[in-house]
């Protein structure tokens, strides 16, 4: 429940993006880390036996530390950070993350668990919506932590930018789709005649999961407020090309899926956001100039990509391990031309950005995790009696691929809240019950006897 409490906390003081905040994420996550260890060991099970399901990612995760590391100590220039400051920091927030994934690892050792997980996090979700719709609506201005925000022409929540609070939703609303769905294929029924039609309906309408339906409406209206382009187009792309084939070829079950699916398209998307401004996204997308204009207005896509295209100039320069974790604001600066008269901290474009300040092999580290958890969500377990696996590998399907087409227009993964929830993501891809595993057992390999021992 600690651990539940702090991905609750990690979005409401501006996203964590505070040095005060990643040092308490830091100092909670670590403790929870050694109170498991210690819990463990006291019941003689060894700590590393609960990471065996997951043994990719932690190896993964624990090379990238290594790589920081190296890049405060070579005794090489061309490898050394150019900040070694902000690469300490980096590498503290990096073991943050490391520690949520253990932790997931750890601590979600049931279905029980898993729900709980989901449930705090769509939980979460809606809290930032409920406070992204409040100020909107009454064209707030609202000053936290010394940083003022005006709420009047989209909706921020408690972030200090309108798309990190839409980069949010997007993961949050795809855990309550998943959910959703496992609520309704648990209750799914050979169905004879109008009357028992009726009455699963009017059951239907009873239920939580209802109340699951309108809070993630909710999500829906907040998301079209926050009038991020990127946000509204990349969640409905992952629900239209990654969420309907998947339910479509799951097979007679998950057709019921299929139409919880399309209704969020149809009515949250066309009908409610009709109401509350999808068509301002729309005029947004289509006022959007592909090269720079004299007029004012959105910036263009030329705006958008230029701190990326000259953010290759450092890629080319150092392509093994670039220029050190949290280094880009300094090293940028060097590589900038004319046209760009603004400071940027940040590359517009995360995996770019992740190039540019560890090279191709911390670039290669951070995909293959990504990769690995994608790869897990596709070949979990579709079961009848336990469709929350199902549901919530469907959820994993839709916000992984919709977060990552987000971050390479957006620097996303370097708010501390977003990054964290999405590390408990991949953790939660390693958890569910694939094809090849008994339930609540992972496979054996040479790795998985290795944590074990």
């Known amino acids: 429940y600690t651990f539940l409490a702090v991905l609750i906390w990690g979005p409401l003081p501006l996203g964590s993006n505070r040095v005060w905040a990643i040092g308490l994420l830091a100092v909670i996550l670590g403790g929870l ?21 997951g043994w990719p990612a932690v190896v993964v995760i624990v090379a990238f530390l290594v790589l920081l590391q190296f890049q405060l100590v070579s005794p090489w220039d061309s490898i050394r ?57 009454t ?16 909706a921020f929540g408690s972030f200090s930018y309108h798309n990190s609070l839409a980069n949010y939703l997007m993961m949050t ?22 009357r028992q039609r009726a009455a699963a309906l009017l059951t239907f309408v009873l239920s939580p999961a209802m109340r699951l339906r309108l809070i993630l409406l909710l999500m829906v209206i907040a998301l079209v407020q926050t009038k991020s382009r990127m946000g509204n187009v ?10 309907m084939p998947f339910l479509y070829r799951a097979g007679r079950l998950s057709r019921r899926g299929l139409w919880v699916l399309f209704s969020v398209v149809l009515i949250d998307v066309a009908v409610i956001g009709q109401w509350v401004g999808i068509d301002r996204v729309a005029d947004r997308l289509n006022e959007t100039a592909l090269v720079r204009l004299d007029r004012g207005g959105d910036e263009s896509i030329e705006d958008r990509a230029s701190p990326a295209v000259h953010a290759l100039d450092m890629v080319r320069e150092r392509p093994l391990l670039g220029f050190g974790g ?13 046209d760009i008269r603004q400071y ?25 995790l990504v990769v690995a958890a994608l790869w897990r969500a596709m070949r979990v377990r579709r079961d009848p009696r336990a469709p929350l696996d199902g549901g919530l590998s469907l959820s994993l399907l839709l916000a992984i691929p919709a977060v990552v087409l987000q971050a390479t227009v957006d620097f996303h993964f370097q708010i501390p809240a977003n990054a964290l929830t999405f590390v408990v993501l991949l953790g939660m891809a390693f958890v569910l019950r694939t094809r090849d595993a008994e339930p609540g057992r992972a496979p054996r390999s040479a790795a998985t006897n290795f944590f074990k021992k």
């Open 33 to 53: 880390i050694g109170a498991s260890a210690l819990v463990r060991i006291f019941s003689h099970r060894s700590p590393l036996s609960a990471l065996q399901r």
């Open 81 to 137: 950070s150019v900040d070694l400051h902000h690469t300490r920091q980096h590498q503290i927030l990096t073991a943050v993350y490391a520690s949520a994934l253990m932790l997931v690892l750890l601590l979600v050792t049931s279905s029980r668990r898993l729900r709980l997980l989901a449930a705090a996090l769509v939980f979460s979700g809606v809290v930032q919506a409920l406070i992204a719709i409040m100020l909107h609506s």
């Open 139 to 154: 064209r707030a201005k609202t000053s936290l932590f010394f940083f003022e925000i005006d709420h009047a022409q989209r």
């Open 173 to 194: 609303l795809a855990l309550g789709i998943g959910l959703l769905l496992a609520s309704v294929e648990a209750g799914t029924t050979a169905l004879r005649g109008w």
């Open 234 to 243: 990349a969640l409905l792309l992952a629900i239209v090309v990654v969420g």
């Open 326 to 338: 949290g280094a880009f604001h300094v090293a940028f600066p060097r590589f900038t031309q004319a």
């Open 344 to 368: 940027y901290d940040h590359a517009h474009n995360d995996p770019i950005q992740f190039a540019a300040e560890t090279g191709f092999l911390g670039t290669a580290l951070l995909s293959s």
